[in-house]
C-alpha cells in the first residue's frame, strides 16, 4: 500500500522559507514524474500546479513562478522528497502535495488528482 506522508507546513512572512517533506512508504517502483504540486486558496482539484517534478531520468523542472526560489531534493535512503522554498510570497499561499504515478510529465507539469498516489496536503501560509 503506497502512501505518502506531508509535513513542514506553516505560516511564514513574505521572504521567508519552509522547508517540506515527503515520506513515501510502499512505492517500490519509479515509472513516472514525483514530485510537488500545489492547491491555491478558490482552486478546483483539477486546478492543481505542478511546481516542482523529478522524473525517472532524475531531470527536474519548475513551474515558472518558483524557478530560482525553490529546490526539489530526493534521499533515496530515507525515501523521502524534500521542497526548499526560499524567498516565499503572498502568492505562494496554497495546500501542497507530494504525488506519485501521478500523470504528470516534465513536459506537461500537470498531475491529475484523481491518478496515482498523493499526500494529504499541508498548508503553507505567506503574509505579506
Known amino acids: 500500500q503506497v502512501q505518502l506522508v506531508e509535513s513542514g507546513g506553516g505560516s511564514v512572512q513574505a521572504g521567508g522559507s519552509l522547508r517540506l517533506s515527503c515520506v513515501v512508504s510502499g512505492y517500490t517502483y519509479h515509472t513516472n514524474c514525483m514530485g510537488w504540486f500545489r492547491q491555491a486558496p478558490g482552486k478546483e482539484r483539477a486546478e492543481r500546479e505542478g511546481v516542482a517534478l523529478i522524473d525517472t531520468d532524475g531531470r527536474t523542472r519548475y513551474a515558472d513562478s518558483v524557478k530560482g526560489r525553490f529546490t526539489l531534493s530526493k534521499d533515496n535512503a530515507k525515501n523521502t522528497l524534500y521542497l526548499q522554498m526560499n524567498s516565499l510570497k503572498p502568492e505562494d499561499t496554497a495546500t501542497y502535495y507530494c504525488?506519485?504515478?501521478?500523470?504528470?510529465?516534465?513536459?506537461?507539469?500537470?498531475?491529475?488528482?484523481?491518478?496515482?498516489?498523493w499526500g494529504q496536503g499541508t498548508q503553507v501560509t505567506v503574509s505579506s
Open positions: 504525488a506519485v504515478e501521478s500523470r504528470a510529465t516534465i513536459s506537461t507539469m500537470k498531475g491529475d488528482p484523481d491518478a496515482g498516489y
